[in-house]
């Protein structure tokens, strides 16, 4: 740890928004740059990013125009969401060492004034509850997601049967575990037979389609005899249209993100088959995981109690190097992730 008379020797840096993409976003679509970390002011602290969390949503923020959060600008740092520890503390609610989860930024070091702690989002996380990786994926946002828009939106009843895309990722594996947790019958769809043996063997999932393979219309119908309940959609777009043509009565379907979609050059695929959710009385809802701030301390112990008792599992997929994160992002789109994706950036 650096002593305190050093902050202003340390360099930070940066990975910045260069210029908005047009379709997947490539490496020219960043700047790298550095300066000096700043000494933090009384009331401040100074943080050190120890791992990022790389989410499909930052492809979102990339571009212009109207969302749940405004756009990265020109030229600004990246935001991300990350794990980090205090270096320099003149504040008297964290010491030199705490561990805390905060929008750091895609960049080394953060300097943070105490009237920016709460939107910032700061917190002090317990390794011993989990690890630093944990708390980006089941304990963290991908665990609220799931948490939030399962049980609020989704609103599984035992022996009900939850279909999830994007079952490996993130969201997805912790949406499975709980459905199964809340006694449901869970079928996962995802790319690849490893990923699909993964969230069966490992995770118990009752059975996983793999998209890429084959016709997903054809596994829901083996695997769904009785229809879906709940649909957990991460991926939108021709699975979303497959799903709807296998909802039972009363489905729910949870909107959570349509990831087949954010690089489109053209304009979003939206649900051709909606009118089963007429002949179903199904509603179809998307949810923000923001919205359930105030409820994560609820989630978060519900969540660790299960990864204590071995209920949970989870997985997270580590790239090392700040310097890797144009690539490192690009994974999301491909399936190149296997679990949740984190961008290591430094040791404690
Ligand atoms: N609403 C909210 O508040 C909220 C919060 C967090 C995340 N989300 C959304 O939740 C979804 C999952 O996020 P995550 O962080 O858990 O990511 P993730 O699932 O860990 O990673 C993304 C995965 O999406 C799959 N994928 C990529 N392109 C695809 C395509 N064209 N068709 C089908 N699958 C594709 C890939 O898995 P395969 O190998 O299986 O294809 C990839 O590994 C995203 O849509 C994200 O935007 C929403």
């Not at 679509?29 to 009384?42: I, L, Y």
């Not at 993130?170 to 993964?198: E, F, M, N, P, S």
């Not at 087949?260 to 009385?281: C, D, E, F, H, I």
Request: charged share 20%.
């Amino acid at each position: 740890m650096a002593p305190m008379n050093t902050t202003t020797a340390l360099t930070n840096h940066q990975v910045r928004l260069a210029r908005r993409p047009v379709g997947a976003s490539t490496r020219d679509d960043w700047s790298f740059t550095s300066e000096p970390a700043q000494q933090p002011a009384e009331g401040a602290i100074l943080v050190k990013t120890l791992a990022l969390s790389l989410d499909p949503a930052m492809r979102g923020w990339m571009n212009e125009g109207k969302s749940y959060i405004p756009p990265v600008a020109i030229g600004e740092v990246m935001r991300a969401g990350g794990v980090g520890q205090v270096v320099e503390s003149k504040n008297a609610q964290y010491k030199a060492g705490d561990l805390v989860y905060g929008s750091l930024g895609v960049q080394e070091y953060l300097t943070l004034p105490e009237d920016q702690f709460r939107r910032n989002g700061l917190f002090k996380i317990d390794q011993r509850i989990g690890s630093v990786t944990q708390w980006l994926n089941v304990l963290g946002m991908p665990g609220m997601t799931a948490y939030f828009g399962l049980l609020d939106v989704g609103q599984p009843k035992p022996g009900d049967t939850v279909v999830v895309s994007g079952a490996a990722g993130a969201v997805g594996q912790t949406v499975g575990q709980l459905a199964k947790i809340k006694g449901c019958r869970v079928v996962g769809i995802a790319g690849g037979q490893a990923k699909c043996d993964w969230v069966v063997n490992e995770l118990g999932f009752d059975a996983c389609i793999d998209y890429k393979a084959g016709n997903v219309r054809a596994g829901l119908k083996e695997h769904c005899p009785k229809g879906v309940d709940v649909y957990f959609d991460n991926v939108g777009g021709d699975i979303l249209d497959d799903v709807l043509t296998r909802i039972g009565r009363g489905a729910r379907i949870v909107i959570c993100g349509a990831i087949s979609q954010y690089n489109n050059t053209t304009a979003v695929q939206g649900p051709k088959n909606y009118m089963s959710l007429l002949v179903n009385r199904a509603r179809m809802e998307g949810m923000v995981v923001f919205d359930y701030a105030d409820r994560y301390p609820v989630a978060i112990a519900e969540l660790a109690g299960y990864l204590k008792d071995g209920r949970m599992k989870s997985r997270e997929d580590v790239v090392q190097g700040l310097e890797n994160f144009p690539e490192a992002l690009g994974k999301l789109f491909s399936g190149g992730n296997f679990g949740k994706l984190v961008l290591q950036v430094a040791d404690a």
